[in-house]
């Protein structure tokens, strides 16, 4: 089990992390619901689909490679 020191020092670290990734889910969601609304909206929708699927994985390839560089 951690200490309670270092576990309060992680969550400090941790917290501002967790805060991006859920308001990247939330700006996804309140697009998807703005783009629904469209007169055109199943090519819209697709193109909002697809646009944060590719978000999502070039953050993750970023994410790779700057935990993979740093790595010794």
Do not use: C
Not at 30 to 51: C, K
Not at 53 to 69: C, N, P
Request: net charge positive; glycine share 12%; no cysteine.
């Amino acid at each position: 089990m951690l200490e309670k020191n270092r576990f309060n020092r992680i969550l400090v670290l941790a917290l501002p992390i967790l805060g991006g990734m859920v308001s990247q889910n939330i700006l996804n969601l309140v697009d998807t619901a703005m783009v629904s609304r469209l007169e055109y909206s199943n090519a819209a929708l697709a193109a909002v689909g697809l646009g944060g699927f590719l978000l999502v994985v070039t953050q993750a390839i970023i994410l790779g490679f700057g935990t993979g560089v740093q790595a010794s």
